[in-house]
Each structure stands twice: as C-alpha cells, then as structure tokens.
C-alpha cells in the first residue's frame, strides 16, 4: 500500500468516526430533549439536588475563623509608596462563623460573630443567617438578630445555638426584597443584596435608607462590603467597589512556651491557643511576653509571603525576636536565651 492511499484511507475513516460521534450526539440529545419533555417533574427534582448540593458546598465554606490582619498590615506598613498608598478606611476585625445546630430551627443556619481586633476584642456584631432555596430554585440568605436587646452583643454559648428558636429571633431588615441572592462562580460564591430592592428607615433621619452587600467567598477567605445610600443615590454609609474588607480564613494554632527565670529555672506554659493571621496570646508572670503568628502576603513587591512568629517584650511595639517559614507549614518555634516557644497548625 503507497503512502497516498494510506492518508486517504485514515482520512475515510476519521470522517466515518467522527459522523458516527455526531449521530450518536445527536440521538443521546434527542432522546434527553424528549425524556426532559415527557417527564419535567423528574427533571425538576434533579435541578433541586444539584442546588441543595451547592448549597452544601457554600455552607461549608462559609463556617470557619477569618481575619483581615494581613490587609491592615499591608495599608499601614508602608509597603507601598506613599503617593500610590491606598487610603486606610478598614478596621481591624475577627470573624467567627459556625453552624446551629438548633431542632427548633428547619434549614441550614449560621452564627457569625465579629469582635474588634482579635478573638478577645470587643464584639462588634452577632448575626444568625438562614440559607435556603428559593421556590425559584436560587441559593438564598436572611439574616435576624436577638429580640433581647439585653443579649446583644454578649457571648453566645454552644448550648444557646444549639436550643435557639425563630420566636427568639427577628429580620435585621425588614423591607422588601432584602434577602442575600447567590450564585457560583467557578471555586466561588458570590452572594448580593440589591439596594434597587431592598429599602428601609433611617434610624437616625427621618429618609429612606437602600441598603446593599455583596460577599465573595472561596476557599482562602472572602471579601465584603456593605452599606446604603441615600434616596438620591450618595453613599450614606459603607463601601462601595472596589473596595472591600478582606478576611483571611485563619488556621487555628496550639502553643508551648517557656520562660527563662535564672540559673536552671524555667516557667512553662502549654496548650496555649491562637491563629496565624495576626493572632497574639500574653504569657509569663514575672517579665510579660507577648507571641504574634502571621501569614504576610507582600501584594505589591517582590518578596516571598511567609508564615511568621513574633516575640514581643511587655507593650513594646518592636518585636525583638522573630523567625519565618513558608505559609504551608504546619509547625513554627523559636529558641533564645530568655524565652522558648513553639506553635503547631491544629486546624
């Protein structure tokens, strides 16, 4: 057989497959068009599953610790020249997200709570989320809050979720159209409350408030943004894009240190816990230390991010010692002469 008969030959027979694969397409597809027309209620209930999975997914993403440290140190370090430096508009804050458990309670719920500057800082807001499907088939939230005013902002205990009713419970907004819609977007979701739909009373003036949010949650954290505008469209309160809060998702830490007192006396301390986004615990009893972990991301320069620990003395500002390791590591520790300490990844 001479070459040019060859090619022709396998010319044939890729077209042979290939119009074979098309016919067999166009079946499979003629035939799902006419199951899906014959049987819509089965249809509909598959459609329902892949949502109720999705929403799994999201529910699992969204419980964890989270903190915008990493974005703070980054605006107000220097780390960009000064004439280009965003401005500073973020708070130091701590998320805590978990689920409720409650029995009283149908559905998917969360418990966030964010406290000023760390897990210990003052609380600055608790909110109780319920995410369902819509009767239009989209990932929805609504958020509540307390009744009792006299429990606002107190610390919530597991067993209190765990029994917590919706008689107990009230919208924070109670305008129309003020539900959190989702979607995913690849490894992501996005979720948005429309300020064209949601309005509500000013508590401070007597106008309309139209209130908008917008979340972007993944993996490695999310971003945030929330705030309302007036009647005539200017900015009453919040962020608007690009301009967002952006909170790490925190890896919790476990540590040990000791404290040098003299001669071949040590004081020790154990299971002590923290996090790596900027997470800080105060140990000793006759000369104060205190410890920080930090995830460092050098957004704008050239530098490699790094996972690092920090000792401080007393209320100095300066550390005086610190050491660095890649972000993915899973163990960090120091040896010095007046103090030792070492913290394990227990996430």
């Not at 419970?169 to 109670?174: R, T």
Request: hydrophobic share 35%.
């Amino acid at each position: 057989m001479n070459a040019k008969r060859a090619v022709t030959i396998h010319k044939t027979l890729v077209a042979q497959v290939v119009l074979a694969s098309a016919l067999f397409i166009s079946q499979s597809v003629s035939a799902t068009s006419s199951d899906q027309q014959s049987s819509p209620k089965k249809t509909s209930s598959k459609q329902l599953s892949v949502q109720e999975k999705s929403l799994a997914r999201l529910m699992k993403l969204q419980v964890g610790e989270f903190d915008n440290y990493n974005q703070v140190n980054f605006l107000t370090n220097d780390f960009i020249e000064s004439p280009q430096q965003p401005e500073d508009k973020y708070a130091r804050l701590h998320v805590v997200k978990k689920t409720i458990n409650s029995p009283h309670l149908q559905g998917h719920w969360l418990f966030s709570q964010i406290n000023k500057v760390d897990r210990d800082g003052d609380i600055y807001r608790q909110i109780y989320t319920h995410f369902f499907i819509a009767p239009n088939g989209r990932i929805t939230s609504k958020s509540y809050q307390l009744k009792d005013t006299s429990k606002k902002n107190q610390p919530v205990a597991h067993a209190f979720l765990n029994a917590l009713t919706l008689k107990q419970l009230k919208p924070i907004f109670n305008g129309n159209g003020c539900d959190t819609l989702w979607r995913r977007e690849l490894d992501q979701y996005v979720g948005l409350t429309n300020h064209q739909t949601c309005t509500i009373d000013s508590k401070y003036k007597d106008e309309k408030r139209l209130i908008f949010a917008e979340q972007i949650i993944g993996e490695k954290g999310y971003w945030g943004r929330e705030g309302a505008y007036t009647s005539d469209g200017k900015l009453a309160f919040g962020l608007e894009a690009p301009n967002y809060y952006h909170y790490h998702r925190a890896r919790s830490a476990t540590c040990w240190v000791a404290v040098h007192l003299g001669d071949d006396k040590w004081e020790y301390y154990k299971d002590l816990n923290t996090h790596d986004q900027g997470g800080s615990l105060t140990f000793g009893k006759q000369a104060q230390y205190r410890l920080q972990l930090k995830q460092t991301e050098f957004i704008a320069s050239n530098y490699a991010d790094v996972f690092e620990l920090f000792i401080y003395r007393g209320a100095e500002e300066k550390a005086f010692a610190y050491t660095w390791t890649e972000p993915a590591a899973t163990r960090i520790g120091v040896n010095l002469r007046e103090v030792q300490a070492s913290c394990k990844i227990s996430d």
